[in-house]
């Protein structure tokens, strides 16, 4: 009777508390996004700079400034020269998807508009899930997939949104070509999403973003120089501009940093879910920036994709086999997640006075 119910109240309140917390830090990483895009913008629109490759350039530089910098001072197993050794061209394989999915993103929009852009960025999102199936042996269940139809149902309504609204710019020099690189893009990300998943649960976040400085800042360099040397020569450089370039980086590294945490705690399909309401951020700061007219529609996209997202971490997904143990080397902060997950999914709670709310993965963000 009075202990049944006392059990149930305290699983309720200890799910409730794990998908709020889910939902929030999704919505710090779409904050991060919405500042890379709306100085990226007024870059493009105020000072005429299309440098996309140039700008994730100075963003790898800084993850290997700060993390691949951590790995040098590592020893044994953890240290840089083992780590490249034994994985170094998984790492190789990541960071092009990585470079290569900003780099279509951004260049797609000189071919393209932006409905065609929000719509077929979506198409990440299954290839995500099948990549997580075959790879990370996830296990979907049927509201998951009814999570993920809502999400791209508010998506929907923001491109409606956006075009009773008047934000299209045209068809593009070739839509084709700039269809194909969204796509080219979205897949790019999903493949990347998915390694960064297995590697931060796995191992840790600190080898997976000094990797990824490392190799992001070898091949975005030889792209850069390569690609987009003559529209470096053409910056017309001044302080508002350095200031620009400063905060997009900033948030683009605050983006990579931050993103491993929260992975921790849920699953790459669910953060890439939650990110979804970052063209909305984007669009109420263009409000006051860009001057944008406004629709409600962008209310309600905006509560169509967050219920979508909650729909999605409401329920755990499952693993095709047992999880592994974790790794001798790493933390027990580094697989805080994949605790979770196992205590997610197989969970009695005991008494009240002995349920333990404090394992709930809130040390994770202390990595940050």
Known sequence: GLKRN??????????HRYVWKTVILGQVL???ICGTAVTSQYLAETFQVNTPMLQSFINYCLLLLVYTTLLAFR???????????QRWWKYIIVGLADVEANYSMVKAYQYTNLTSVQLLDCFGIPVLMALSWFLLRARYRLIHFFAVA???????????????????????????????????????????????????KKLNRVEFLGMVGLFGTIISGLQLAIVEHKEIMRIQWSWKVALLFSAFALCMFGLYSFMPVVIQVTSATSVNLGILTSDLYSLFFGLFLFHYKFSGLYIVAF???????????????????????PHPGSTGLDNAALKLEERF????????????????????????
């Open 75 to 85: 020893t044994g197993c953890a240290g840089i020269w083992q780590i490249l050794k």
């Open 6 to 15: 006392c059990k149930s109240f305290c699983f309720i309140f200890y799910v």
């Open 30 to 32: 779409s904050l991060f």
């Open 345 to 368: 999914a197989a969970y009695t709670p005991p008494t009240c006075p002995s349920l333990p709310i404090a394992a709930l993965p809130v040390a994770a963000c202390v990595l940050f």
């Open 150 to 200: 809502i999400c791209l149902l508010g998506v929907g309504t923001m491109v409606g949104a956006d075009i009773l609204a008047g934000r299209q710019e045209g068809e593009g020099s070739d839509v084709v070509i700039g269809d194909v690189l969204v796509l080219l893009g979205a897949s790019m990300y999903a493949i990347s999403n998915v390694g960064e998943e297995y590697i931060v």
């Open 303 to 325: 509560v169509v994709i967050m219920v979508g997202f909650i729909m999605y971490c409401s329920t755990p997904t499952l693993t095709a086999e047992p999880t592994t143990l």
